[in-house]
């Protein structure tokens, strides 16, 4: 049995399977196992998947006949039958440097209290060029040191993702095998619960070299979410399960509920950059965000009233 087993859950990525799968093959530590995930691509996939079905690291081939529609369902799929001690998500339209596996997985040998080890990122584009370093645009923890799982969801994941990028992280299967398949019923976040999920049952290292290749391109589900809405639904629905499962303070869970409400307002005011959210996906971040939590409501309620006072000079 192999020490790490590495899901590549794919769907429509055939410009850059190679690349990625390449990046696997040559990596300087070996001991590891490839499932290959394809959720029934429309592109040339499976042509490209099917030169490696017979080769000696490939373990096993699953190949959806209808597509699921989730990448976090395809991850659920890949962790179900993982042998491995540790599990790699690589991501197929990423890809990762040599020292990567070599890297990450030492520092889980090192630390068995370490749930998660994850490494910074290069941003790329659709040629693989660089465009910059993650280190920037996202919320990090120091590097080199062990965090408090539950401490680093408290502080850091709540409003945001620490982890953008799945591609950039090992963690334990065991762990993995602890959680429920909640993840798996979101669009977009799943990865963010995910990661909450592992953190809440161990702790975290953070590598600050950057080993792993996000790709950013025009098809990054990340964009059609800010469109449709998700962005704001999903993430109250993480606020409401971190206040069920970590204890998350009201002040908090009250003030990033808050931040969610001036999001929604900004976005349907005439003077942003991008257009207005469509009446109809407005309608629905009320709905969900109703059911999901109440504050957020009132508090969207209380902006837009404020809002047009302030238009007809009822308020300064």
Not at 12 to 39: C, G, P, V
Request: net charge positive.
């Amino acid at each position: 049995m192999s020490k790490v087993t590495i899901i590549l859950p794919n769907y429509n990525h055939a410009a850059y399977l190679n690349k990625r799968i390449e990046s696997i093959l040559h990596q300087t530590y070996q001991d590891f196992e490839i499932i290959l995930m394809d959720d029934f691509s429309t592109d040339k996939s499976r042509e490209v998947l099917n030169q490696y079905l017979h080769h000696p690291k490939v373990c096993k081939v699953l190949f959806n006949t209808i597509n699921s529609g989730s990448t976090f369902l395809q991850w659920q799929k890949g962790i179900d039958v993982a042998e491995g001690e540790y599990i790699w998500i690589a991501e197929s339209d990423d890809y990762a440097d040599e020292l990567f596996l070599e890297t990450l997985v030492a520092r889980l040998e090192q630390y068995p209290q370490v749930g998660i080890a994850y490494c910074q990122s290069f941003r790329v584009d659709e040629h693989n060029t660089v465009i910059c370093s993650c280190k920037d645009l996202y919320p990090s923890i120091a590097c080199g040191k062990v965090f408090n799982g539950r401490d680093v969801v408290l502080n850091y994941m709540v409003g945001a993702n620490l982890i953008p990028n799945a591609s950039a992280v090992l963690f334990r299967k065991e762990i993995a095998k602890q959680i429920d398949s909640t993840y798996t019923q979101f669009k977009f976040s799943g990865d963010w619960w995910f990661w909450c999920e592992l953190l809440l049952k161990s702790d975290i290292i953070h590598i600050c070299e950057e080993m792993n290749y996000f790709r950013l391109h025009r098809n990054k589900v990340t964009v059609s979410a800010i469109k449709n809405g998700l962005g704001i639904i999903e993430g109250l629905h993480i606020l409401k399960l971190l206040r069920q499962k970590a204890n998350l303070p009201k002040e908090i869970y009250t003030n990033k509920t808050k931040n969610y409400a001036n999001t929604f307002i900004c976005s349907q005011s005439d003077q942003t950059e991008e257009a207005p959210l469509p009446a109809k996906v407005a309608a629905k971040i009320l709905w969900q965000g109703f059911k999901a939590n109440k504050l957020f409501i009132k508090r969207v309620i209380y902006l837009f009233l404020r809002k047009k006072l302030f238009k007809v000079g009822m308020i300064p």
